[in-house]
């Protein structure tokens, strides 16, 4: 689909140790086809180093502005001192709206225990959250349930929409989105989630900057054109690419 309707990217990533990486990321922002980026901070940080490993990032956001580049402060709550790492990084970007878990990276399993101080913060400082989820115990989107009932006012998404009818389940939720890269970019997730939360609850991301393996063109392009076969018309195809992420984001 050359030409695509614009787009907001929610799920992107800055990697300091790539030192082209961020090229990448503001060579996408300069597209008039890319609207914005939702980009998370570097997910390998060790707390005593998270601005300055992050510095090129929040100077970038602060170029192009929380409504063209927010960014999500990717904290791991297994490690010691995330909480001053995080308020740390909020001190320095204004352009931080939420917060990023990736707890396969953080080695931990999600449960009241391990994660409500995250949501706590999240919910005092009028933050969203976004998390990988994967197929594993603890690790899919149901084991975030017993925090999403505790913390109803926090906007979550689910990266990647797994397990499936897990994501679907919980976009029911008031606050509740799905992003639906890699595992979840397939059909019947679409379908699900439209039939019980509607399709303004799916939100485009790539989880680059790269997109599949093997491929080589417009990522964009190809994300329009793959929409396109999930989505019943043109209008949720431009919803789902850019008018969901304005919606959440206030943009």
């Known amino acids: 689909m050359p030409g695509h309707p614009p787009v907001f990217d929610c799920h992107l990533h800055y990697f300091a140790k790539d030192q082209g990486n961020l090229t990448v990321i503001t060579d996408l922002l300069d597209k008039s086809s890319v609207e914005g980026i939702l980009c998370c901070t570097d997910l390998y940080v060790k707390p005593s180093d998270a601005v300055a490993v992050n510095k090129p990032l929040f100077q970038a956001a602060s170029r192009y502005g929380r409504q063209?580049?927010?960014?999500?402060?990717?904290?791991?709550?297994?490690?010691?001192?995330?909480?001053?790492?995080?308020?740390?990084?909020?001190?320095?970007?204004?352009?931080?709206?939420?917060?990023?878990?990736?707890?396969?990276?953080?080695?931990?399993?999600?449960?009241?225990?391990?994660?409500?101080?995250?949501?706590?913060?999240?919910?005092?400082?009028?933050?969203?959250?976004?998390?990988?989820?994967?197929?594993?115990?603890?690790?899919?989107?149901?084991?975030?349930?017993?925090?999403?009932?505790?913390?109803?006012?926090?906007?979550?998404?689910?990266?990647?929409?797994?397990?499936?009818?897990?994501?679907?389940?919980?976009?029911?939720?008031?606050?509740?989105?799905?992003e639906p890269t890699w595992l979840g970019f397939f059909k019947p997730v679409f379908d699900m989630v439209g039939k019980l939360a509607g399709y303004g609850k799916l939100l485009a991301g790539t989880d680059g900057p790269r997109w599949f393996a093997d491929f080589h063109g417009d990522p964009y392009d190809d994300l329009a054109e793959l929409a396109a076969k999930m989505l019943p018309s043109e209008a949720e195809v431009k919803s789902f690419l850019y008018d969901n992420a304005a919606k959440l984001l206030d943009l």
């Open 68 to 178: 063209k580049l927010p960014l999500l402060a990717t904290v791991h709550p297994s490690m010691s001192g995330w909480e001053d790492t995080l308020l740390s990084m909020l001190d320095v970007s204004p352009e931080i709206v939420g917060l990023k878990l990736h707890p396969p990276v953080g080695h931990y399993t999600v449960s009241l225990e391990t994660v409500s101080e995250v949501f706590e913060i999240a919910a005092r400082k009028n933050l969203l959250i976004a998390s990988h989820t994967c197929p594993v115990p603890g690790q899919s989107a149901i084991a975030f349930l017993p925090l999403l009932e505790r913390f109803s006012e926090v906007k979550f998404i689910i990266y990647h929409a797994s397990t499936h009818e897990e994501s679907a389940y919980l976009s029911m939720r008031k606050n509740v989105y799905v």
